[in-house]
């Protein structure tokens, strides 16, 4: 082998080296980001356990592009009387199963909604041990299907909270057939979100492999839209949502819920929902659920932490 020829082949081995070495770590930054950001749990926040008793549990099958294999995803299922009730597909957030939002499940029926929660591969009783990005928006468009299936002549309505709400805006985008979308405090990207922290100067961005990029998707959506957050939202601040508002099109609803943090907005804010729901959808009154905005929220709305003043409750277009 003459000089020139080892050192092309040494330069060759260099790069396959290198190369392997930084997909590795890209394997193991992308692991961790998942977790970090999903926080996938088996468990159930202590506050919610009583709200999630007495509903029904429905299981969803299908055969996953993605993993090449059969999935199997949870659900919990709270029906409404009226056969001609709108549905409306809830996906939650991070860190707790689909029990942990029980309280706001029964909120939205309150509202009127037959409501299927979900739980995403790798929480709950769900199949799976990780969740990424592209698996959950999968385990929603086959959750959105099986209603399509289940309740084919109904009006069927897409809620996502927190960061839900990035996989509802996905699944709005990806479907024609969704009467509106809901999204409660939730962000255009999750490199947004890594702006607001106090570290968020140093340049991350093209290190995330879980990006959410919500504000892109939530363009492309056919279906009225309804943004909705609290004014004193800690984790996700209010200012995000309004972005990934600003990027909907009409017909849209701006809901600023004054007091609301990040866990309560829908509970103290139930009023300023019934009316946007009515305004933007043309979802009627349910006369036997009326109740009135100072209500005090019960023990499953209160949040993890105190929250701050915040300016008046907002409503517009």
């Known amino acids: 082998m003459t000089m020139i020829s080892l050192r092309l082949a040494l330069r060759f081995l260099l790069v396959v080296l290198t190369g ?26 202590r506050g919610a356990a009583d709200a999630a008793q007495g509903m029904d549990e429905r299981w969803i099958e299908f055969d996953s592009r993605l993993q ?45 909604f037959a409501v299927l929660g979900i739980d995403y591969r790798g ?27 289940q309740h084919p002549n109904a009006r069927r309505f897409i809620y996502g909270h927190s960061l839900g709400g990035a996989i509802a805006t996905h699944l709005a985008s990806q479907v024609d057939d969704a ?9 255009p990207s999750i490199r947004d979100v890594v702006s607001t922290f106090r570290w968020g ?54 809901l600023l819920v004054d007091g609301g943090s990040h866990h309560n907005t829908s509970a103290i804010g139930r009023d300023d929902y019934r009316a946007a729901l009515r305004e933007l959808f043309g979802l009627g009154r349910a006369p036997d659920v009326v109740q009135s905005r100072l209500e ?12 701050a003043a915040s300016p008046p409750v907002v409503l517009a277009r």
Do not use: N
Not at 20 to 45: K, M, N, Y
């Open 201 to 254: 100067w140093l340049p991350v961005g093209p290190l995330i492999t879980q990006r959410f990029e919500a504000a892109e998707h939530i363009a492309r959506v056919k279906a009225p839209v309804l943004v909705a957050h609290g004014s004193a939202d800690r984790f996700i601040r209010p200012e995000l949502g309004r972005q990934l508002y600003e990027r909907a099109p009409e017909p849209k609803r701006w």
């Open 179 to 187: 009467a509106g979308l809901i999204v409660e405090a939730s962000f």
């Open 20 to 45: 392997s070495a930084l997909l590795a770590g890209c394997a193991v930054l992308d692991t961790q980001q998942r977790r970090w950001i999903f926080q996938p749990s088996s468990e159930t926040w």
């Open 68 to 112: 090449a294999e059969r999935a199997r995803v949870h659900a919990l299922w709270l029906p409404q009387d009226r056969p001609d009730a709108p549905v409306l597909l809830y996906l939650h957030g991070a860190r707790w199963d689909v029990r942990s939002s029980a309280p706001r499940m029964r909120r939205m029926h309150d509202l009127g």
């Open 123 to 149: 929480f709950g009783q769900s199949s799976g041990d990780l969740p990424s990005e592209r698996l959950a928006y999968e385990d929603a468009r086959a959750a959105w299907d099986w209603l399509a299936a």
């Open 296 to 307: 005090p929220p019960s023990r499953h709305d209160i949040p993890l932490q105190a929250v």
